[in-house]
């Protein structure tokens, strides 16, 4: 009888695992995959002969805030339409409208040529705020590694367009109010310990040719390394920064994140640090760190409404 009641308890054991399992698995799933509306492809402007372009992807029940998520790693990115729902669901599931932004990929395009197609970007999802249903004045941005930059190119070069600017859309404001991110260089002129850095004084190794031709020439590379640094433009307009950050990171150095928030402090502006311990660049569980982005754009983006 003592044998038959363990069976029984050790198979009802069994049973209830397998079963709770399946419910955390479809818990999870239908986490991230949230019903939304999409618009692919959606052009915001022209790279030479190349059209450049964006998703647009809706929540179900959205909050009437709109999120631009810069899609690029090495400063390349993907294809239009390729963004997938499960990378911003944390974000969606808060109701955010997310603007999954790509563009023209280095070589093809240097980096500074990057930097202001997303400034385009920006102005471009203001112009038709309306259309897309979120509020032009209360825009956020996020992205990782050269999504990051990007991003804090925005944050901290975002501004108005020409008032005199044939193109409508020109003329709006490239400025982001909210920005979360992951392990962002920062300071292009000075890479630190990570192993990009030839020691050399000039670019990272890897990515000389995404800066242009002149880029191994050091007097050139100190105006355009500088340009092309957030570090350098930081003003008291800056927005709030969220940054998640590894401390094992070597290609882009967590020391990077520490130095942008030391020149943001002395500007009396708010760039808060999140240390991941053993983090390298990227780590397994950086989807569910995406939650915490969209606490941060709660806070700083729906102030007031």
């Known amino acids: 009888m003592t044998f038959r009641r363990f069976i029984r308890g050790f198979l009802w054991t069994v049973v209830s695992l397998v079963v709770l399992a399946a419910l955390v698995a479809g818990g999870l799933w239908w986490y991230f995959h949230p019903?939304?509306?999409?618009?692919?492809?959606?052009?915001?402007?022209?790279?030479?002969?190349r059209p450049l372009a964006l998703d647009v992807i809706k929540p179900a029940k959205p909050n009437g805030l709109g999120i631009l998520l810069l899609v690029s790693g090495g400063w390349k990115s993907g294809k239009p339409g390729s963004f997938r729902e499960w990378m911003g669901a944390p974000l969606l599931r808060h109701g955010y409208t997310l603007f999954a932004v790509y563009h023209v990929s280095q070589p093809e395009a240097t980096v500074m040529e990057i930097i202001d197609d997303m400034h385009r970007a920006v102005r471009f999802v203001r112009h038709q705020a309306r259309d897309y249903g979120v509020d032009p004045q209360r825009l956020g941005v996020t992205g990782g590694s050269a999504g990051g930059h990007l991003s804090l190119m925005l944050a901290t070069r975002g501004r108005p367009?020409?008032?005199?600017?044939?193109?409508?859309?020109?003329?709006?404001?490239?400025?982001?109010?909210?920005?979360?991110?992951?392990?962002?260089v920062t300071d292009l002129?000075?890479?630190?310990?990570?192993?990009?850095?030839?020691?050399?004084?000039?670019?990272?190794?890897s990515f000389r040719r995404a800066f242009g031709p002149q880029a191994t020439n050091l007097a050139v590379w100190k105006a355009v390394g500088r340009d092309s640094?957030?570090?350098?433009?930081?003003?008291?307009?800056?927005?709030?920064?969220?940054?998640?950050?590894?401390?094992a990171d070597t290609l882009a150095?967590?020391?990077?994140?520490?130095?942008?928030?030391?020149?943001?402090?002395?500007?009396?502006?708010t760039v808060q640090i999140v240390v991941?311990?053993?983090?390298?660049?990227?780590?397994?569980?950086?989807?569910?760190?995406?939650?915490?982005?969209?606490?941060?754009?709660?806070?700083?983006?729906?102030?007031?409404r």
């Open 35 to 49: 019903a939304v509306q999409r618009m692919d492809a959606v052009v915001y402007g022209q790279r030479g002969d």
């Open 161 to 184: 367009g020409p008032r005199e600017a044939a193109d409508p859309v020109e003329r709006e404001s490239s400025a982001v109010q909210a920005v979360a991110i992951f392990y962002p």
């Open 189 to 205: 002129l000075n890479l630190g310990t990570s192993t990009e850095n030839l020691g050399d004084g000039g670019p990272p190794k």
């Open 229 to 247: 640094s957030p570090i350098y433009h930081i003003t008291t307009n800056l927005p709030p920064v969220l940054i998640h950050h590894g401390d």
């Open 253 to 269: 150095p967590l020391e990077q994140s520490e130095w942008f928030q030391g020149k943001a402090r002395e500007a009396g502006q």
């Open 276 to 304: 991941h311990p053993g983090g390298q660049h990227g780590w397994l569980t950086m989807v569910f760190d995406i939650r915490k982005f969209g606490d941060w754009f709660d806070q700083h983006l729906r102030q007031g």
